[in-house]
C-alpha cells in the first residue's frame, strides 16, 4: 500500500473512532507531504472546532500515527470543508489591511493573537510586496507580527 492509500486508511480509522462519517481524499504535494481533504455533511464544525483547535489536533493526531505506522515524518495538512482556504483568504484581507495602514502612516504595524501558520500565511504573502516588510516579535503565545513600510 502507498503512502497516499496508508494515510487514507489511518484517517477513516480515526473519523470512524470518534463517530465521525465522512469522505477522504488524501493528495501527495510534493514528496512526504500530504494534504488531506475530509468533507462530511454533517460534522465540519466539530472537525474544525473554535478557531481551528480541532483541526489543528487532528493533523497532529494524523502526523504521529503516520510516523508510527510508516517510521517516517510527513508534513500532513488537514482540510475540513475547505477551511484552510477561506481561513487564507481572511488573512489575506487582515494582511492588506495592516498593509495599508504602514504605508499610510509610516508606522510599524502589529497584529497580534496569531498561530505560527498563521503568521507564515502572512509572511509569505507580504514577501509577494515590494514597500513593505514583515517580521516577527515576541516569545511563545506573546509572538506577534509587525508589518512597516521599506
Not at 10 to 22: D, F, N, P, Q, R
Not at 63 to 80: C, D
Request: proline letters at 2%; glycine letters at 6%.
Amino acid at each position: 500500500m502507498n503512502n497516499t492509500d496508508e494515510l487514507k486508511q489511518i484517517t477513516l480509522e480515526l473519523l470512524e473512532k470518534c463517530g465521525v462519517v465522512a469522505e477522504v481524499e488524501v493528495t501527495e504535494r510534493e514528496e512526504n507531504s500530504f494534504e488531506v481533504d475530509i468533507k462530511t455533511e454533517t460534522e465540519t464544525g466539530l472537525l474544525i472546532g473554535f478557531r481551528g483547535e480541532n483541526i489543528n489536533a487532528l493533523q497532529t493526531v494524523l502526523s504521529l500515527m503516520f510516523k508510527n505506522k510508516k517510521g517516517e515524518w510527513a508534513r500532513i495538512i488537514v482540510n475540513v470543508g475547505d477551511y484552510r482556504q477561506k481561513q487564507e483568504d481572511k488573512l489575506k484581507v487582515l494582511a492588506d489591511q495592516t498593509i495599508a495602514r504602514a504605508v499610510e502612516t509610516g508606522e510599524p504595524q502589529p497584529i497580534y493573537n496569531l498561530t505560527p501558520s498563521q503568521r507564515r500565511v502572512i509572511h509569505m504573502y507580504v514577501t509577494e510586496r515590494t514597500d513593505v516588510e514583515s517580521y516577527s516579535e515576541g516569545e511563545g503565545d506573546d509572538r506577534y507580527i509587525v508589518v512597516k513600510s521599506k
